[in-house]
């Protein structure tokens, strides 16, 4: 029987992450890119083991007083 794996994620928000923080985000991978406005934006992708993770994710990137742009599950 295969083991499921957890979803994949793409959240995107407003501004620069450095890659340190990758860390601090379960290990999700950062890519930095400009907007079609031209505005930095932030790229966290990564495995996101369930609800409650991707909760506390979310709360996390909140405390930090980032904005949302979009969470896409992939």
């Known amino acids: 029987m295969d083991t499921p794996t957890?979803?994949?994620?793409r959240i995107t928000v407003q501004?620069?992450?450095d890659e340190a923080w990758s860390e601090?985000?379960?290990g999700l991978t950062l890519t930095t890119t400009m907007?079609?406005?031209?505005?930095?934006?932030?790229?966290?992708t990564g495995e996101v083991v369930?609800?409650?993770a991707l909760r506390g994710l979310l709360n996390r990137l909140w405390d930090w007083n980032l904005t949302l742009?979009?969470?896409t599950r992939l």
Do not use: K, S
């Open 50 to 52: 369930d609800q409650a």
């Open 69 to 71: 742009i979009a969470v």
């Open 35 to 44: 907007d079609e406005h031209g505005a930095i934006v932030t790229t966290l």
């Open 6 to 9: 957890a979803p994949i994620y």
């Open 15 to 17: 501004g620069r992450l």
């Open 24 to 26: 601090w985000l379960t």
